[in-house]
């Protein structure tokens, strides 16, 4: 689950879990990159 998700159920809930949950899965998102190739085709930049 993503960070988006853990605070919509915490929103819901109230869980003071999904909150930590949340906190961690922003700061985990904060430091990868993402898979996503924008817009460029799948392959893009490989020999």
Do not use: C, I
């Not at 879990?17 to 490989?46: C, I």
């Amino acid at each position: 689950m993503n960070a988006r998700n853990y605070w919509e159920l915490f929103m819901e809930t109230g869980a003071p879990e999904m909150y930590l949950l949340y906190q961690q899965a922003r700061k985990s998102e904060e430091n990868h990159v993402s898979d996503h190739p924008g817009d460029r085709p799948a392959g893009y930049g490989l020999q």
